[in-house]
């Protein structure tokens, strides 16, 4: 039964195919190959993409609400670079801090601006600068165009992120020998006068006719 089974598969193979059996088979086998390959290799990819898209789902997890900082020092601010993933990403514009962390990308570790984080730069964003020297909150000397360029930027953090606090001004405490040196130097220029000699105070008419010179020569 079998075998006129087989004989009768081979009749049909070769009367609607044209092909031998063997041949029908070679080829059944070929295409299956391939089929599995195919499989394979968008199977892989699609196990790829779903495992980028689950790791990016972890880094875009909802970000903690900014924490009002207050009042810190420079030096300070520094610890908020991204260096420390738990701890916010803040960076200064004009003596003002603002949270960027949802910027990470752009301001994090690894990012085009991440020297800027942690750190006041508003002379480096007013002249599009990455040179350490003008990452800085000094912006004297800066001119009209580069103050139009800091000024956008204020804009656009004010209108994007959080202001979580200010960087505090250092003030320069005066010493006693500066006290004392400007008490010496404004009695030195309170007694200047007397020094050069008797003040050169005009003369009355009726002195003039007094004076021991005319009463001698009269």
Not at 63 to 81: M, N, S
Not at 126 to 135: I, Q
Not at 139 to 164: N, T
């Amino acid at each position: 039964m079998a075998l006129q089974l087989w004989e009768t598969l081979k009749e049909a193979i070769t009367a609607y195919t044209g092909l031998s059996p063997a041949t029908f088979f070679t080829v059944l086998a070929l295409l299956w190959a391939v089929y599995y390959v195919a499989t394979g290799l968008f199977g892989s990819s699609d196990d790829h993409i779903h495992q980028r898209s689950t790791a990016f789902e972890e880094q875009m997890e909802p970000l903690p609400p900014p924490v009002q900082l207050g009042e810190i020092t420079e030096e300070e601010l520094k610890q908020y670079d991204g260096s420390d993933s738990k701890k916010p990403l803040l960076m200064a514009i004009k003596g003002q801090i603002y949270d960027v962390s949802q910027s990470r990308m752009f301001y994090g570790p690894g990012g085009p601006y991440a020297l800027f984080a942690g750190k006041d730069a508003s002379r480096a964003l007013a002249k599009m600068s990455f040179e350490e020297k003008d990452l800085t909150g000094d912006i004297s000397g800066l001119g009209p165009f580069e103050l139009d360029a800091l000024q956008d930027w204020e804009y656009k953090f004010m209108s994007k992120y959080v202001k979580v606090g200010t960087i505090k001004k250092t003030t320069v405490p005066v010493t006693e020998g500066d006290a004392s040196g400007e008490a010496s130097g404004a009695a030195e220029t309170d007694t200047k006068p007397t020094e050069d000699g008797p003040s050169q105070t005009p003369v009355t008419a009726s002195e003039e006719k007094s004076s021991p010179a005319d009463t001698k020569e009269e």
